[in-house]
Nanobody, 121 residues
């Protein structure tokens, strides 16, 4: 079993920075990739960035050049992935969710509870 907990959200002015952390625990060696997603009320959840165990990354066009996803090497029972967010914009305001992928199907994805990011203009 894998559990996922996000932290690091908060309130920041436009142009500022935040770093989100995603701590996955449990059977972390079953995790193939970790993704950060975000959701605005009334809208669908969207991918922000994704990193595989080998280190390959994918970014949404809207955050390229501003956000950086990185990961620590998985230790015995903890695997941490970070999302460094720089030059934040008001349109980045959302609840940010982390998910750990242990397989190719949606049922294999484990989600955290989310962390709020609010960017003021």
């Amino acid at each position: 079993q894998v559990q996922v907990v996000e932290s690091g959200g908060g309130f920041v002015q436009a142009g500022g920075s935040l770093r989100l952390s995603c701590a996955a625990s449990g059977n972390v060696f079953s995790i193939n990739a970790v993704g950060w997603y975000r959701q605005i009320p009334g809208q669908e959840r969207e991918l922000v960035a994704h990193v595989t165990r080998s280190g390959s990354t994918v970014y949404a066009d809207s955050v390229k050049g501003r956000f950086t996803i990185s990961k620590d090497s998985a230790k015995d029972t903890v695997y941490t992935v970070y999302l460094q967010m720089d030059n934040l914009k008001p349109e980045d305001t959302a609840v940010y969710y982390c998910n750990a992928k242990t397989g190719p199907l949606v049922r294999d994805w484990i989600w955290g509870q989310g962390t709020q990011v609010t960017v003021s203009s």
